[in-house]
């Protein structure tokens, strides 16, 4: 049974930092592309960082050196440590697995990051 379990978020000032989880069970997790995504108000669901089964790490333009994405397999967690946060980065962040036709499992619930003074 899929399982994709966030945790993590929460209301930070701008300029602070958070630490995102995600316990991911019955994917296969090691074996796993995995990534975080994040939804703002009344916009779409976009991939802002990747990271291969192997540990190599990708980030979208508006994240990179703030962001970084790190995976433990043995508790098939995947992390996102989020510094220097600013206000468009309030979103719900989601994780899932990443493919390159872009199919992934069911989202989670998601953990809430609200970046505001």
């Known amino acids: 049974q899929v399982q994709l379990v966030e945790s993590g978020g929460g209301l930070v000032q701008p300029g602070g930092s958070l630490r995102l989880s995600c316990v991911a069970s019955?994917?296969?997790?090691?074996?796993?592309?995995m990534g975080w995504y994040r939804q703002a108000p009344g916009k779409q669901r976009e991939l802002v960082a990747s990271?291969?089964?192997?540990?190599?790490?990708n980030y979208t333009d508006s994240v990179k050196g703030r962001f970084t994405i790190s995976r433990d397999n043995g508790k098939e967690t995947v992390y996102l440590h989020a510094n220097s946060l600013k206000p468009e980065d309030t979103a719900v962040y989601y994780c899932?697995?990443?493919?390159?036709?872009?199919?992934?499992?069911?989202w989670g619930q998601g953990t809430q990051v609200t970046v505001s003074s």
């Open positions: 899932n697995i990443v493919t390159l036709g872009g199919v992934t499992y069911s």
């Open positions: 990271i291969t089964h192997s540990g190599s790490t």
């Open positions: 019955g994917i296969g997790f090691s074996r796993r592309n």
